[in-house]
Structures are given as C-alpha cells and as structure tokens.
C-alpha cells in the first residue's frame, strides 16, 4: 500500500513557475513508476509527465513538453514537478500517482493523491 500526498499548489502568473511535491509513504518506493496528471473543469484527466521506476526515463506530455520536468528522489521518497512558463491553459488541479513496476509507457496506476490545486492568472 502507497500513500500519496502533494503539496506545492497555488495561484501564480503567467510567466511564472511553480514545483509541486508528492511523498510517498512506504519502503518500497524504488520500485514504483510515477505520474503526474492534472484536470481542468469541465475537461478530462490528462497524463502531463511520466517516470519509470527504474529511471531515468520520462515521458511529457506535448502540452508542457520543455516546460515541465519530472523527477524523483528515492531517498526521500518523493517526486517532483517543476512547471516553468506557466499559462492559463495549465491551470488545473495535479495528482501524482503510482504504479508498482511501472515505466513510461505506464497508463493505469494503482496510488493516486489528493490533488493540489494550480491556478495561473493571465
């Protein structure tokens, strides 16, 4: 069992850059592929950036391709996103999740987190 808990959300602006956090509980955290995905009103969840377990391997999405960067750190068992150039278009709310063994091409995950709201006025 994997707890998730982000943290790092906020209103920013245009132009701006925001980093959000996900700590894992659990010992095993090695061991597990993570995602980022986030979800505007109205709109559906969509896959912003991926990790393989093994690392390095990552996967963008196009939209934030160049903008974002995923990563992690086992030892403190958290992965990161750092999000620059921030737009409108990116405001949603962001939920890590995880996936035992899971690598890039990874679409269904197993651990999800609350969420954490990103706003980014214009």
């Known amino acids: 069992q994997v707890q998730l808990v982000e943290s790092g959300g906020g209103l920013v602006q245009a132009g701006g850059s925001l980093r959000l956090s996900c700590a894992a509980s659990?010992?095993?955290?090695?061991?597990?592929?993570l995602g980022w995905f986030r979800q505007a009103p109205g709109k559906e969840r969509e896959s912003v950036a991926r990790i393989s377990w093994s690392g390095p391997s990552t996967y963008y999405a196009d939209s934030v391709k160049g903008r974002f960067t995923i990563s992690r750190d086992n030892a403190k068992n958290t992965v990161y996103l750092q999000m620059n150039s921030l737009t409108p278009e990116d405001t949603a709310v962001y939920y890590c999740?995880?996936?035992?063994?899971?690598?890039?091409?990874?679409?269904?995950?197993?651990?999800w987190g609350q969420g954490t709201q990103v706003t980014v006025s214009s």
């Open positions: 659990g010992r095993t955290f090695s061991r597990y592929g």
């Open positions: 999740a995880a996936k035992f063994l899971g690598i890039i091409t990874t679409l269904e995950y197993d651990y």
